[in-house]
């Protein structure tokens, strides 16, 4: 039997928790919580280890936003049926159906979805609830605030942006200074300049010394079945170099925002008796928040995500679910472009910016 504490989880108005655990037979535990607490249900996959699938989808993802692009003469429509139907398949094949049925039951009034637990099982954000007559507004993840958690992580409400930092390394995209010029902008006098970092040496630094604020990279991230990798200026800079600060919990007193805006930067790999990558390193040392993304995106499409998501969580003051929300729904009709789903986002959907 599959089981796990639940002392961290708490409930704001309308937020359900989708709990997803692995047990020791290779069984998956798919437990629905809100103020009604389900029951877990458990699921086996035909096809084992989900990841040969889900690379699959990643890699199709990964064509369709090489070549679309408004202009580009892709037939919008029908990458959105195409996109609209991977959704689907895996709503109906990699979700228990009486956990399907208990969400239809709460549909009317979830205002978020947070996903405890396993996230390479599933790439949450491209689900597409469909059921005989039920049907919502689309992907899960523009018609609901879609976050992601891990145990052991802690509910943040306030993010502190008090400075704000770039990682911007030598070769990283032309739009990648444009992104740093608006996102300055966008935050104002009232947020200091951490400045902007091309060295593996001045990023590990700074975050072992507790950074408090927002660290923002915005530079090419590549990922392979070894895990992911940024070139920097004086060398490669990987998961692995932050476990001292993940060890330390380096950053549980200051709890920044980590926006780590390059392709795949939210992609794991099993190491040891746990996972590697980005998300879990940063978010294990404290980190409050994390975005990354699942696929490999295009970089205009990038930009735009990144400038509409601060314009929506700083200017406009919305959480850091309805921030990552609208900023989905500002970019989906970019000739076809997946981009808009690509994005994972770690933490708690009522945190708001503090400046």
């Known amino acids: 039997m599959l089981s796990a504490p639940l002392g ?4 704001d108005p309308g937020e359900v928790t989708l709990q997803v655990l692995k ?25 084992g280890d989900p ?7 990643y890699d199709e993802l990964r064509r369709t936003a090489a070549t679309a692009a408004p202009g ?13 139907n991977l959704g689907v398949q895996l709503w109906a094949t990699a979700v228990p159906a009486a956990v399907q049925r208990q969400f239809w039951e709460e549909a009317d009034g979830i205002t978020s979805l947070t996903v405890l637990g396993e996230h390479d099982v599933v790439p ?23 976050v992601r958690r891990v145990f052991g992580q802690d509910r943040v409400r306030a993010l502190s942006l008090s400075r704000a930092a ?31 970092l091309t060295h593996r040496s001045a990023v590990s630094s700074l975050i072992e010394a507790g950074f408090d604020g927002l660290l923002h990279f915005a530079c090419h991230n590549a990922f392979t079945s070894s895990g992911s990798r940024v070139t920097m200026a004086d060398g490669a800079f990987d998961p692995i ?3 001292y600060a993940t060890q330390s919990r380096a950053l549980r007193a200051s709890r920044p925002l980590v926006f780590f805006n390059a392709c795949r930067s939210a992609g794991e790999i099993d190491w040891f008796s746990t996972s590697l990558g980005w998300a879990p390193q940063f978010l294990r040392a404290g980190a409050g928040a994390f975005v ?21 969580f700083v200017t406009k003051g919305q959480n850091l679910g309805n921030a990552s929300l609208q900023a989905r729904r500002s970019i989906r009709d970019q000739g076809g472009d997946p981009t808009w789903l690509a994005y994972a986002v770690y933490g708690s959907p009522a945190a708001c910016a503090a400046t």
């Open 8 to 11: 961290t989880l708490a409930f």
């Open 23 to 47: 047990g020791p037979d290779g069984a998956y535990s798919f437990q629905l919580l809100s103020e009604t607490t389900h029951a877990p249900e458990f699921f086996r996959l035909q096809a």
């Open 51 to 57: 990841r040969a699938a889900i690379e699959r989808i």
């Open 72 to 84: 580009s003469g892709v037939d919008q429509g029908e990458a959105r049926r195409r996109l609209r």
């Open 124 to 146: 949450w954000e491209l689900l597409y609830p469909l059921d005989d007559h039920h049907e919502g507004d689309g992907f899960l993840a523009e018609w609901l605030p879609v």
């Open 166 to 196: 770039f990682v911007v390394p030598p070769g990283s995209p032309p739009e990648a200074s444009q992104e740093v010029t608006a996102l300055r902008a966008t935050l104002g006098d009232s947020v200091l300049n951490g400045g902007t």
């Open 241 to 243: 170099d932050l476990a």
């Open 292 to 312: 990354g993304t699942l696929w490999p995106v295009r970089s205009d499409s990038a930009l735009l995500f990144a400038n509409a998501f601060y314009d929506h």
